[in-house]
């Protein structure tokens, strides 16, 4: 049986829970896996961050942020957006809201994902996978291009506990990197896929040795 994972079990780090303000609004991020972070989203994206604004939503009156643009390559949603000027995200951290760099140069590309409202409009979240493309590691570049979505129905697991494994072999990856390494972003997290191979499996895809 595979161990759930149990907030308790991570440090405060790791288990991303912001109460600013109000005690009673907090954002809480499970730690997951890249692979898993890009196939729930249904927009991912490389831009350059141009500019933050606070405005007001129309259909609610509250206030957000909105982040101005520069799309460079569209990984996941050309389907949906051919061209995103634009992403939302909510006005402090409690409630999921991210601050994206935007006074330094060097770091304000990102890899951004998120979520497209109905009306069209792209959201990011403090528990979306958003990165500076500099800090991306050299197999989370390779594998955004379509090796992280080509394992969508692939399952990936949390191995926190020795003697874990698992139930349906055939169709999972057992993520180690916690049990291995102490630390949820080690080496499965930063070079690994996990892919259904041509004989139905799914295994983990290293593009290191």
């Known amino acids: 049986m595979i161990p759930l994972l149990n907030p308790l079990l991570f440090p405060p ?5 912001l ?12 730690p997951t896996h890249p692979q898993q972070q ?12 141009k500019s933050e604004k606070v405005v007001e939503d129309s259909s609610s009156s509250l206030k957000m942020i909105r982040y101005e643009i520069k799309q460079i390559k569209i990984f996941k949603g050309f389907e949906k957006m051919k061209d995103v000027q634009y ?35 792209v959201f990011i979240y ?6 500076p493309w500099n800090k991306l590691t050299r197999s989370q570049k390779i594998n955004l291009r379509k090796k992280y ?3 969508c129905d692939c399952k990936i697991t949390a191995c926190i506990e020795k003697g874990c494994y698992s139930t349906v072999a055939s169709q999972e990856c057992l993520w180690t990197d ?3 390494e102490s ?25 290191l040795p």
Not at 19 to 30: G, H, K, L, N, V
Request: charged content about 20%; some cysteine; proline content about 1%.
């Open 38 to 49: 890009i196939c729930s989203s249904n927009i991912v994206i490389r831009a350059n961050i």
């Open 149 to 151: 979505e080509m394992g």
């Open 126 to 131: 403090l528990c979306n996978f958003i990165k």
């Open 87 to 121: 992403v939302f995200t909510e006005l402090t951290s409690a409630k999921c809201g991210i601050k994206l760099n935007i006074s330094d140069k060097k770091n304000s590309q990102y890899l951004l994902s998120g979520e497209i409202s109905h009306d069209g409009r």
């Open 19 to 30: 109460s600013i303000q109000d005690p009673t609004e907090a954002c809480s991020c499970f």
């Open 13 to 17: 780090l790791l288990l991303l829970t």
């Open 178 to 180: 916690w049990l291995l």
């Open 183 to 207: 630390t949820v972003y080690g080496y499965q997290a930063n070079n690994s896929a996990c892919l259904k191979y041509r004989d139905g499996v799914c295994k983990w895809h290293n593009n």
